[in-house]
């Protein structure tokens, strides 16, 4: 199956290094067509080049949660946090931390289900 989009995307990560919005939606792509492996790859090279990237850590903790990694997710939104308040990205902020609620009560829920 051929996707222009993906392809398009590919070329202009490839042109320049640098370029962590092109980068950040071949991940979300990737993301559409259930290739987690690919989008997770580009994810955390966004991470290692520009931890700054806000936008990263809620999709992140969401492709960690829905691969079974619930620590990781709950590592993701932490740092996403730290980035974001330290950005004043209120936007992105509030979303994480929503993220990061929802997770804790979900794992709480989950326990609970041990003593039922």
Request: hydrophobic share 40%; glycine share 4%.
């Amino acid at each position: 199956m051929s996707n222009k989009r993906i392809e398009q995307l590919t070329t202009f990560v490839e042109a320049d290094e640098r370029d962590m919005f092109s980068r950040f939606a071949l991940a979300l792509e990737y993301l559409k067509i259930a290739d987690t492996d690919r989008a997770l790859s580009l994810f955390l090279e966004i991470r290692e080049k520009d931890p700054a990237y806000a936008g990263l850590y809620y999709h992140l903790g969401k492709l960690y949660l829905q691969t079974g990694h619930t620590e990781k997710a709950l590592a993701a939104f932490d740092e996403g946090i730290r980035v974001c308040e330290q950005l004043q990205e209120h936007h992105a902020l509030k979303e994480l931390r929503e993220a990061k609620t929802a997770l804790l009560f979900e794992r709480d829920d989950d326990d609970d289900d041990d003593f039922a």
